[in-house]
């Protein structure tokens, strides 16, 4: 089945330690996006890459590093650098160019800090 | 700039019953997409429904439906026949046609939807 997977599902984080958050999509798609969701609130977008080896900073992405080596895998680390990390982590996938681009997400990762 | 705005932290239904999910955007765009997403407690975002600032037809998915009025720069989302499992987060996005080809969706801050037996 083609989707989008995240893992783990839960993450726990000390202080002062780097995490990484994987996402992996078998759907072909160019584009990959990372977002965060704090609770009861909409998603703001930490990263996102068009092409391999490529990827821009969204409006959130100060303590936050990706990297995009293969087509399929867009990780992204947490790193100490992020004072407040707790929060809900959504990968996304997209097809369409322009205002037609349709974003897919994945199940998503609850990051939290011990 | 792009904004979402929807003004119902929480809205209720009856099972069976029809509702509407209010949505209001603000954008210099003048080519650009609407999205609605549901997102249950299991925290994954379902992609339901798109309607282009261009298309002259209001989209339908199944019970799914966007009533988009471009003048009031509304596109609220129409759930008919309600059912218990509708019961979830939903959210409004936009995606402009400015920048590069792929970019960022701009997101509403929910809806809760609770269906009632």
């Known amino acids: 089945d083609g989707g989008i997977t995240q893992s783990p599902k839960y993450l726990f984080r000390k202080e002062g330690q780097n995490v990484t958050l994987s996402c992996e999509q078998n759907l072909n798609h160019d584009a990959m996006y990372w977002y965060r969701q704090d609770p009861g609130q909409g998603l703001r977008l930490i990263y996102y890459s068009q092409i391999v080896n490529d990827f821009q900073k969204g409006d959130i992405a100060e303590g936050y590093s990706v990297s995009r080596e293969k087509k399929e895998s867009f990780p992204l680390t947490v790193t100490s650098a992020q004072k407040n990390p707790t929060a809900f982590y959504l990968c996304a996938s997209s097809i369409g160019k322009g205002f037609t681009e349709t974003q897919y997400f994945g199940p998503g990762t609850r990051l939290l800090v011990l | 700039a792009q904004k979402i705005t929807q003004t119902q932290p929480g809205m209720f239904v009856q099972e069976k019953e029809a509702v509407t999910l209010d949505c209001t955007y603000d954008t210099s765009d003048q080519s650009y997409g609407l999205f609605w997403y549901k997102q249950p407690s299991s925290g994954e975002m379902i992609f339901l429904i798109y309607?282009?600032?261009?298309?002259?037809q209001n989209a339908t998915e199944g019970r799914y439906s966007l009533n988009f009025q471009k003048a009031r720069k509304s596109a609220n989302l129409v759930i008919s026949a309600s059912q218990l499992g509708d019961s979830a987060m939903y959210f409004c996005a936009m995606r402009g046609a400015g920048g590069t080809s792929y970019g960022k969706l701009t997101f509403g801050q929910g809806t809760i939807l609770t269906v009632h037996p």
């Open positions: 309607q282009g600032s261009y298309d002259e």
